[in-house]
C-alpha cells in the first residue's frame, strides 16, 4: 500500500483521546508526549520493562491494536526527540511499515532491529462501492453473497442499522458485548464483556471518539435479535476496524462476511475516506478474501544514539529468540487443540 494513502500521521486506535479514555480502565500504560499546544506533536503508550535490561514495550491490549505512535502534522520528525528522551530501547509493535511514523521510526533511530514482519488486510477506497465489488469478486461469487443475504431475509424480519451522528451509542455497545460474549470467544472467556474493565474501557472509549464523531458502527438483526454487529473508528482519510461478532448461530448465512461488506459499502459512500485498515491478524481466513489490499508491518526494536550498541543487541538477540520461541509454542497449541485464531 503506497505512503501517499496516509493522510495524517495520527492512526486510529493509537490517537491519544482513545488511549486516554483506555488507560482511565485498563493499566499499564505510560503515555509518552512531547509537548505542544494543544494536540501533542508525538504521544507513544508505553510500558517500562526491566528484563534482560531496561528498555520500553508498546502498550497492547485488545482495545489497542498496535504501538504506532500518534503524530500532529509534522510531528513524526519529533521521533528522534522521544527515543533520545526515553535513553532506553523500545519495542514498537505492529507498526504500518509506510506509516508517515513507521517511516519516522526507521529513518530516525540510531539502532534499529526489525523482530518480525507480515502483512494484514487493507482497503483502498477509490471509485464507487460497485465498481470495487465488480472488480474484486468473481461473478460466481458476487452471486453468492447476493443469495446468502436473501436467504437471511427470507428467515424473519431482517434489519440493518448503522449508528447515526447523534444516535444512540450505548445500544449499539451493548448488543454488541452480549452477541460476542454468547459466542466462542464468551466459552473461552476471552470476550470482552468477560472482563469488566475492559468492557467499560470500551464503553468510555467509544464515548469519547463518538462525541468528535470518530465512532461508526453496524448491526444486522434478525427480529427485532442482533445477529452481527462491527464498529470503526475514523481519523482523517482512515478507517480502521474494531471488533466484530456474529450470532454462530446463524454461520451458514456468513454474517460477518455480510457485515464486513456493509461497512464496506458506507466507506466508499463517506466522503474523505481514502482507505481502511482491517486491523486483523495476518493471514485471517476471512477479511483477507475480502479486503484484497495489504499494508506491510513489523515488530521493531529501536534505541537512540544514547544507548550502548552492547546493550542493544543484547536485547535484539533475546527478543528474537523470545519470538521464535512463542511462535513455534504458538503454532504447536493451535494444532494440536485445534482452536480457533481470532
Given at each position: 500500500?503506497?505512503?501517499?494513502?496516509?493522510?495524517?500521521?495520527?492512526?486510529?486506535?493509537?490517537h491519544?483521546?482513545?488511549?486516554?479514555?483506555?488507560?482511565?480502565?485498563?493499566?499499564?500504560?505510560?503515555?509518552?508526549?512531547?509537548p505542544?499546544?494543544?494536540?501533542?506533536?508525538?504521544?507513544?503508550?508505553?510500558?517500562?520493562?526491566?528484563?534482560?535490561?531496561?528498555?520500553?514495550?508498546s502498550?497492547?491490549?485488545?482495545?489497542?491494536?498496535?504501538?504506532?505512535?500518534?503524530?500532529?502534522?509534522?510531528?513524526?520528525?519529533?521521533?528522534?526527540?522521544?527515543?533520545?528522551?526515553?535513553?532506553?530501547?523500545?519495542?514498537?509493535?505492529?507498526?504500518?511499515?509506510?506509516?508517515?511514523?513507521?517511516?519516522?521510526?526507521?529513518?530516525?533511530?540510531?539502532?534499529?532491529k526489525?523482530?518480525?514482519?507480515?502483512?494484514?488486510?487493507?482497503l483502498?477506497?477509490?471509485?464507487?462501492?460497485?465498481?470495487?465489488?465488480?472488480?474484486?469478486?468473481?461473478?460466481?461469487?458476487?452471486?453468492?453473497?447476493?443469495?446468502?443475504?436473501?436467504?437471511?431475509?427470507?428467515?424473519?424480519?431482517?434489519?440493518?442499522?448503522?449508528?447515526?451522528?447523534?444516535?444512540?451509542?450505548?445500544?449499539?455497545?451493548?448488543?454488541?458485548l452480549?452477541?460476542?460474549?454468547?459466542?466462542?470467544?464468551?466459552?473461552?472467556g476471552?470476550?470482552?464483556?468477560?472482563?469488566?474493565?475492559?468492557?467499560d474501557?470500551l464503553?468510555?472509549?467509544?464515548?469519547?471518539?463518538?462525541?468528535?464523531?470518530?465512532?461508526?458502527?453496524?448491526?444486522?438483526?434478525?427480529d427485532?435479535?442482533?445477529?452481527?454487529?462491527?464498529?470503526?473508528?475514523?481519523?482523517?482519510?482512515?478507517?480502521?476496524?474494531?471488533?466484530?461478532?456474529?450470532?454462530?448461530?446463524?454461520?451458514?448465512?456468513?454474517?460477518?462476511?455480510?457485515?464486513?461488506?456493509?461497512?464496506?459499502?458506507?466507506?466508499?459512500?463517506?466522503?474523505?475516506?481514502?482507505?481502511?485498515?482491517?486491523?486483523?491478524?495476518?493471514?485471517?481466513?476471512?477479511i483477507?478474501?475480502?479486503?484484497?489490499?495489504?499494508?506491510?508491518?513489523?515488530?521493531?526494536?529501536?534505541?537512540?544514539?544514547?544507548?550502548?550498541?552492547?546493550?542493544?543487541?543484547?536485547?535484539?538477540?533475546?527478543?528474537?529468540?523470545?519470538?521464535?520461541?512463542?511462535?513455534?509454542?504458538?503454532?504447536?497449541?493451535?494444532?494440536?487443540?485445534?482452536?480457533?485464531?481470532?
Amino acid at each position: 500500500m503506497a505512503p501517499a494513502m496516509y493522510q495524517q500521521a495520527t492512526s486510529t486506535f493509537t490517537h491519544p483521546d482513545w488511549i486516554r479514555a483506555i488507560s482511565a480502565h485498563v493499566p499499564g500504560a505510560n503515555l509518552f508526549q512531547l509537548p505542544s499546544t494543544g494536540f501533542p506533536r508525538l504521544s507513544a503508550s508505553l510500558k517500562s520493562v526491566s528484563l534482560p535490561v531496561r528498555h520500553f514495550d508498546s502498550w497492547v491490549t485488545p482495545l489497542t491494536n498496535g504501538g504506532l505512535p500518534a503524530a500532529a502534522p509534522g510531528g513524526e520528525e519529533a521521533v528522534f526527540e522521544l527515543l533520545d528522551a526515553l535513553e532506553s530501547p523500545v519495542l514498537f509493535r505492529n507498526i504500518p511499515v509506510e506509516h508517515p511514523v513507521g517511516c519516522a521510526i526507521l529513518a530516525q533511530a540510531a539502532h534499529i532491529k526489525v523482530i518480525t514482519s507480515w502483512e494484514r488486510a487493507g482497503l483502498e477506497i477509490s471509485g464507487t462501492y460497485e465498481e470495487w465489488f465488480s472488480r474484486n469478486f468473481s461473478s460466481q461469487r458476487r452471486k453468492e453473497f447476493k443469495r446468502l443475504r436473501a436467504r437471511l431475509a427470507e428467515q424473519g424480519e431482517f434489519a440493518v442499522r448503522s449508528l447515526e451522528p447523534k444516535g444512540d451509542l450505548a445500544s449499539f455497545i451493548e448488543n454488541f458485548l452480549a452477541l460476542e460474549k454468547s459466542g466462542w470467544k464468551g466459552e473461552r472467556g476471552t470476550a470482552i464483556a468477560n472482563d469488566p474493565k475492559l468492557a467499560d474501557a470500551l464503553r468510555t472509549g467509544l464515548a469519547a471518539m463518538h462525541a468528535r464523531g470518530r465512532v461508526r458502527f453496524w448491526e444486522m438483526a434478525l427480529d427485532g435479535k442482533p445477529i452481527a454487529s462491527l464498529y470503526a473508528l475514523i481519523d482523517g482519510g482512515e478507517a480502521g476496524l474494531g471488533k466484530i461478532a456474529h450470532d454462530e448461530h446463524w454461520a451458514k448465512y456468513s454474517p460477518g462476511v455480510l457485515i464486513i461488506l456493509e461497512a464496506t459499502q458506507s466507506f466508499f459512500a463517506e466522503e474523505g475516506i481514502t482507505f481502511a485498515d482491517s486491523n486483523a491478524i495476518p493471514g485471517h481466513p476471512m477479511i483477507d478474501r475480502i479486503w484484497r489490499d495489504r499494508i506491510a508491518c513489523m515488530d521493531v526494536l529501536v534505541a537512540g544514539p544514547r544507548v550502548p550498541a552492547s546493550t542493544f543487541a543484547l536485547l535484539s538477540t533475546f527478543m528474537q529468540a523470545r519470538h521464535e520461541l512463542r511462535s513455534f509454542a504458538k503454532r504447536a497449541f493451535i494444532r494440536l487443540s485445534g482452536r480457533k485464531v481470532s
